[in-house]
């Protein structure tokens, strides 16, 4: 059974930075797109980043874009979001997810096939 648990999700001042790991178990991150979205209270979840295992292409949302950095460890089995200049729009419940589908629309939570319980991120202003 695949299990991603998040890690690193806290309260950050405006302009802080903040580090969300993805550990994954039961399955190693040797294919498909691993991604993260995000959910604000009485909002969708919306996609943040993602990237590719082939090729280690990334995507981004346009409001992260220049801001946030989506990266993995092989040797761990993990994938980090690296988010800097956070702003109080930022604050929500960051989740991971993992697919073993390589193309495709990223940002569709749809086409995910496992997701972790989500990790609070809260940036106040």
């Known amino acids: 059974q695949v299990q991603l648990v998040e890690s690193g999700g806290g309260l950050v001042q405006a302009g802080g930075s903040l580090r969300l790991s993805c550990a994954a178990s039961?399955?190693?991150?040797?294919?498909?797109?691993q991604g993260w979205f995000r959910q604000a209270p009485e909002k969708e979840r919306e996609f943040v980043a993602a990237?590719?295992?082939?090729?280690?292409?990334?995507y981004y949302a346009d409001s992260v874009k220049g801001r946030f950095t989506i990266s993995r460890d092989n040797a761990r089995n993990t994938v980090s979001l690296q988010m800097n200049s956070l702003k109080p729009e930022d604050t929500a419940v960051y989740y991971c997810?993992?697919?073993?589908?390589?193309?495709?629309?990223?940002?569709?939570?749809?086409?995910?096939?496992?997701w972790g319980q989500g990790t609070q991120v809260t940036v106040s202003s």
């Open positions: 997810a993992d697919r073993r589908l390589q193309g495709g629309t990223y940002s569709y939570t749809g086409s995910y096939d496992y």
């Open positions: 039961g399955r190693t991150f040797r294919s498909g797109v």
């Open positions: 990237i590719t295992w082939t090729g280690g292409i990334t």
